[in-house]
């Protein structure tokens, strides 16, 4: 999918992309009598970009690793392209092929080279011969444009180059959906928008993406929506533009304020 063929980013967002992809419908999520998420229904479909921010503590990082199954939700269903999340088993390791993630830290396997890290995954989950898997991750590692490194350990990597690797590590997966749960709030500023660059270009190119960060740059670029949320609540949901300028709630208005006064 082309740019163009997405429409500008600040087209009404009521105008969807595809059929629904995720579907977060009365989640309720509890750590012991601690309530973490309350209530949440959320809809990301097809091709769909859409940006998660709020204070600390407000679920974001909760809400991501429910979808993935990284934690049990305590009612209410999540279902990706149509299915019910599994439980457990070959259908959860199928679940988390579909469901790309990407962490602030970048979780690269130390002891093993930038290629082995992207082709573990492929061989082991998807089943590829390593020849496949190796031209399959070096054309990532190109894409995201850390070919030059594949022979490399992690640690010989600048922050941004493995963050790229990470990237990639989960592309290599095929995913339906990409997840990234502040992707560049552990990286140097210099290297944050060789990450972010990455990023806008996959959400051209048409991937749907959940991404929580800050980084107002990228939201107004790149996403089709800003879904703010605050106390385990999702409060509001808008465009970029519309959130970022004329935001509804007490909640969103104070939190903006904070974050463009650092
Ligand atoms: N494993 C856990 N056990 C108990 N409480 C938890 C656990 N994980 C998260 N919480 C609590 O749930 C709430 C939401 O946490 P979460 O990490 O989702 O917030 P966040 O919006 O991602 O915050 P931040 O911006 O700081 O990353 C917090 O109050 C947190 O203390
Ligand atoms: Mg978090």
């Known amino acids: 999918m082309t740019t163009s063929e ?19 419908t009365d989640v309720q999520k509890h750590y012991g009598d601690f309530q973490a998420l309350k209530d949440i229904d959320l809809t990301v479909n097809r ?18 690793r429910t ?10 269903t999540i279902r990706i392209d149509g299915r019910d999340l599994p439980k457990e088993g070959k259908d959860l ?3 988390r092929a579909d469901v790309g993630m990407v962490f602030q830290s970048f979780n690269l396997f130390a002891h093993l080279t930038i ?17 496949d898997a190796v031209r399959e ?7 995201v444009g850390v070919g030059q490194q594949a022979d490399k350990l992690p640690a010989q990597l600048s922050g941004g180059q493995q963050q790229r690797v990470a990237i990639a590590r989960a592309l290599a997966m095929n995913p339906k959906v990409m997840l990234f749960d502040e992707p560049t709030s552990a990286l140097d500023p210099e290297m944050i928008n060789e990450v ?6 996959l959400a051209q190119e048409g991937m749907t993406m959940i991404v929580v960060t800050h980084e107002m740059g990228f ?14 609540q999702i409060v509001e949901e808008a465009t970029p533009e519309e959130f970022f300028t004329h935001a509804k709630s007490e909640r969103a208005k104070d939190f903006l304020s904070k974050l463009l006064t650092h």
């Open 67 to 76: 979808i993935n199954r990284l934690e049990t939700i305590t009612s209410g």
């Open 196 to 201: 972010l660059d990455v990023m806008v270009s």
């Open 115 to 131: 290629l082995d890290n992207v082709t573990l995954g492929p061989i082991k989950v998807r089943k590829l011969r390593k020849a």
């Open 93 to 95: 390791a199928t679940l």
């Open 137 to 143: 991750a070096r054309a990532l590692l190109d894409r």
């Open 6 to 24: 997405r429409g500008p980013k600040t087209s009404n967002i009521n105008v969807r992309r595809g059929d629904p992809l995720v579907e977060i």
């Open 219 to 232: 939201a107004r670029k790149a996403a089709d929506r800003v879904v703010f949320m605050a106390d385990g």
């Open 47 to 64: 091709g769909e970009v859409v940006v998660v921010i709020g204070p600390s503590g407000s679920g974001k990082s909760t809400l991501c």
